[in-house]
C-alpha cells in the first residue's frame, strides 16, 4: 500500500460515476466476461437503485462483530459469514481506506469513521440476502432471464449485483457522498502499476469492499 500523504499517481478516481465503477466491476467478473456493456449498466443501475431503497432494518439477531488484522494480505475490508453469524471487520485495511480518503481529498464525501461504519452496513444487506426475501425481489429488480417457458418466466442470478447493493445501501444509511465502491477501487488502484487503473480482475476481486459466505 502506498504510505500515508503520497501522491498518488491514479489521478482523476472520482471522476467516473458510481453507476460505471459498477458496471466495471460486474465485467471484470469472469461470469460476465464479454457482456453487452450497456447490459451491465444496466444490471449495476438496478442493484444500486434496489439497495439504496432497501429500509434499514436490524437483522433478528444481530451478529457478532470480530476485528482483526490481515486484510490487506487477503484483499478484504470486511466478510459476513453465516455459521454462525459473524461480521469479520480487517482493521488494517479500514485504516488503509480511511487514509486514502485523507489523501484524496475525499472526506466530504468520507466523514471520518465512516469507512467502519459502511463495512457494517454493507455485511448487513449480505446478511439479509442471505437469509430474507430481499434476494428474490433483488433478482426481480435486475429482470435477468434464465429461461422462459410460455408464460413461465426463471430469473436469474446476477453474479456481483448484490455487492453492488451492498455499496449503494451502505452509502444511503451512512449518508456518504459517494459509493463506498469508490475506494475499493482507490486500494486496488493504490496496490497497481501506476498506468493500470483499471478493476481488479476476478482473482484480485476481494479489494472490492467485502466478501461473504
Do not use: N
Not at 449495476?44 to 434496489?50: C, G, P, S
Not at 432494518?57 to 451478529?63: H, R
Amino acid at each position: 500500500m502506498t504510505r500515508p500523504g503520497a501522491t498518488f499517481a491514479h489521478t482523476g478516481l472520482a471522476a467516473v460515476d458510481d453507476i460505471e465503477y459498477g458496471a466495471r466491476f460486474l465485467g471484470s467478473l469472469s461470469l460476465h466476461e464479454g457482456s453487452d456493456p450497456a447490459r451491465l449498466r444496466q444490471w449495476a443501475t438496478a442493484a444500486a437503485e434496489f439497495g439504496a431503497a432497501l429500509a434499514p432494518a436490524p437483522a433478528p439477531a444481530p451478529p457478532r462483530i470480530v476485528e482483526r488484522g490481515g486484510g490487506l494480505e487477503r484483499g478484504l475490508l470486511a466478510r459476513y459469514t453465516s455459521r454462525p453469524p459473524t461480521v469479520e471487520l480487517y482493521t488494517d485495511s479500514i485504516d488503509a481506506a480511511e487514509r486514502l480518503v485523507a489523501a484524496h481529498g475525499w472526506r466530504a464525501w468520507f466523514p471520518a469513521g465512516s469507512v467502519r461504519a459502511a463495512a457494517l452496513a454493507h455485511e448487513a444487506v449480505h446478511e439479509r440476502l442471505h437469509h430474507g426475501p430481499e434476494r428474490t425481489a433483488l433478482k426481480q429488480a435486475l429482470g435477468h432471464t434464465a429461461l422462459r417457458l410460455g408464460r413461465l418466466r426463471v430469473l436469474a442470478h446476477v453474479a456481483g449485483a448484490d455487492e453492488l447493493a451492498a455499496h449503494a445501501y451502505a452509502r444511503a444509511v451512512c449518508g456518504l457522498g459517494r459509493s463506498p465502491l469508490l475506494l475499493s477501487v482507490a486500494l486496488a488502484a493504490s496496490a497497481a502499476p501506476p498506468k493500470d487503473t483499471r478493476l481488479p480482475h476476478r482473482q484480485e476481486r476481494s479489494r472490492s469492499w467485502a466478501s461473504s459466505s
